[in-house]
């Protein structure tokens, strides 16, 4: 349908947009087998591994409490990040259920109160969170930063499951209800089940969420080193390319995880 | 109410109420409008809180007014942010399109889930790609200079063009998504009529696609408006030190400067900025809250 020209114009744009795309993620990872101190790849100095055994011999990523207790980068993100799957799924379900139920002005005024955390940028959702808990007395730390984010992580659960409850057919509860169930079976053997897939994918988001968390956490992590934190950090202060190993590390997770997503929703998407 | 009470029974409602209270309340908008109380008071040692010192005062908003550099930078921070908007748009809109209406399910299918590997990286590690690569011993300078088109290396990473580089870099998947999305509704037809009836390519855009596909594209606007002024990462690694950001002063406010209720003033302003763009794009473009949030 379009001329010949105008395929060749787009075609050569789209090779310049993937490469534009990737070039810089490569240029990352081939700097992280480069045997030079700072992170390049021009000049070459030759092909070492040495960047990836100082990653793996770093406490500061990888500790498990010293003998002042303090974690590790990546201890401290994954606990925070169970954290706020612990928290924010639950909320976020029980938000999204309620938000379902209303219809009308009330419905409006209370979802856009819901989804507003998603606009504001995070450092003010930080900031804001450390300034109300120090008020109340409470030092900043990790407990906060998991409050903040979790602040606007709810906002996606509750999405995901609005979106999902928008096609439960409501007459199976109703059914179920006449049927003499209790309203806490209704949930348990109706609505949650059919919510499952979302919650899984809602959990998984919401880890990944909180785990490349930056600018919550910067305002209100009071001392202690998260992986993002760690490596901004190393960036500013004498980066070396044991960041861009870590940054490989991260990559393939990120592409495991996004590969799997996105084949896991295709596959919900042909079975709903 | 009635109805919600019939669906789950008082237990469970109660429970729905509580969990969305404890939310809304208590992590969104009481922190918020502590915020703001803290913002209008003086900076005081924890023994003046609460005696007669501690009044409401404008002090910490003209301060911007009055520090000339600090609204410098509040300048550079809308129109940077404005800028790499409207590139990311640039960049964004001919991918949308494409993907939405000329490429196969099949190449559509790969395409975005390439596009959804970059979007997944974290922030900081993408702008560090940067900073190696406009370093003045990178790769860019490198290649240039191989293929003969810059006889000396140049200093990308001064001045705030590394920021916006970045920061289109970074936000220009925000971009896709929403404008694809949009496009995808378009009837094809209509395009064709169009080309039938003879409107030349620019014309088909103008008047078709971008109308019909302007609710993505204020979408996309917001995103990345809101994730560039807020951004603290790509400036903090690819601007040159005399370049700040917004962003890199409230910092200093809080962990420099220990004066908190200055550092939440200028916050908040950060905030209003926001909101002024985000509302004002909703009004321009006739685009509802429940459009942005998918």
């Keep these: ?140 730390g990790l407990h906060l930063s998991t409050i903040g984010q979790c602040s606007f992580i709810c906002s996606y659960v509750m999405l995901m499951v609005v979106a999902r409850l928008q096609r439960l057919d409501r007459s199976l509860e109703e059914a179920a209800l006449d049927l003499g169930a209790s309203h806490a079976q209704a949930l348990r053997l109706i609505v949650l089940p059919y919510l499952r897939p979302s919650l899984l994918t809602a959990a998984v988001l919401a880890f990944f969420q909180s785990f ?15 992986v993002t934190i760690f490596i901004a950090s190393h960036i500013r202060t004498g980066v070396t390319p044991e960041i861009n190993a870590l940054g490989l590390v991260l990559i393939s997770l990120t592409v495991i995880a996004a590969i799997v997503y996105t084949v896991r929703r295709g596959a919900t998407a042909a079975i709903s | 109410m009635k109805q919600l009470v019939d669906r789950y029974g008082l237990t469970l409602t109660g429970a729905m109420l509580l969990a969305t209270f404890v939310w809304l309340v208590g992590m969104v908008i009481l922190p918020y409008l502590v ?44 129109w940077g942010s404005a800028l790499a908007t409207f590139l990311c748009l640039c960049v964004a ?15 559509a299918a790969t395409f975005l889930l390439l596009l959804v590997i970059p979007f997944w990286i974290n922030e900081i590690l993408r702008t560090f790609a940067w900073f190696i690569i406009l370093a003045y011993n990178g790769p860019l300078n490198g290649v240039l200079r191989l293929l003969g088109v810059i006889a000396s290396p140049v200093r990308w990473l001064s001045g705030s063009w590394g920021v916006i580089a970045g920061m289109v870099y970074a936000y220009t998947v925000f971009m896709v998504f929403p404008v694809y999305n949009a496009v995808l509704t378009l009837d094809r037809n209509q395009v064709e009529a169009a080309r039938d009836l ?46 700040r950001w917004f962003t890199e002063i409230i910092y200093q406010w809080f962990y420099e400067g220990q004066n908190w209720p200055q550092g939440s003033a200028y916050a908040f302003l950060l905030l209003l900025l926001c909101l002024v763009f985000v509302f004002g794009m909703m009004r321009i473009f006739r685009v509802g809250l429940s459009d942005i949030a998918r």
Aim: charged share 15%; proline share 6%; glycine share 8%.
């Design chain 2, 93 to 107: 809109y001919p991918v949308a399109y494409f993907l939405a209406m000329m490429a196969t399910p099949a190449q």
């Design chain 1, 212 to 226: 490349e968390n930056f600018n919550t956490t910067l305002f209100t992590r009071g001392g202690a080193n998260t």
């Design chain 1, 1 to 140: 349908m379009e001329s010949k020209t105008a395929r060749l114009i787009i075609n050569i744009y789209l090779a310049i947009f993937l490469l534009y795309l990737f070039a810089p993620l490569f240029v990352m990872i081939a700097a992280a087998f480069n045997d030079s101190k700072f992170p390049t790849v021009m000049p070459w100095r030759g092909f070492t591994l040495r960047w990836f055994s100082d990653l793996w011999a770093d406490d500061r990523i990888w500790g498990i409490g010293d003998e002042d207790g303090r974690l590790g980068a990546v201890a401290n993100s994954v606990l925070v990040g169970l954290a706020v799957v612990v928290i924010a799924v639950p909320i976020g379900t029980l938000a999204g259920l309620l938000l379902d139920s209303l219809r009308g002005r009330v419905r409006s005024a209370l979802y856009a109160c819901m989804v507003a955390p998603l606009l504001v940028p995070g450092i003010i959702i930080g900031i804001s969170t450390l300034i109300f808990w120090t008020r109340l007395g409470i030092s900043p």
């Design chain 2, 198 to 243: 003879g409107a030349p390519l620019w014309r088909i855009h103008w008047r078709v696609v971008i109308p019909h596909a302007k609710p993505g594209i204020t979408v996309g606007c917001i995103l990345v408006f809101t994730a560039a002024a807020g951004s603290y990462i790509v400036p903090s690694i690819l601007a040159a030190p005399g370049t």
């Design chain 2, 35 to 78: 915020m703001v109380d803290f913002s209008f008071r003086p900076n005081l040692l924890p023994a003046d809180v609460g005696s007669e010192r501690d009044h409401y005062t404008f002090d910490n908003y003209e301060t911007l007014f009055r520090n000339e550099i600090h609204f410098v930078v509040f300048l550079r921070t809308l």
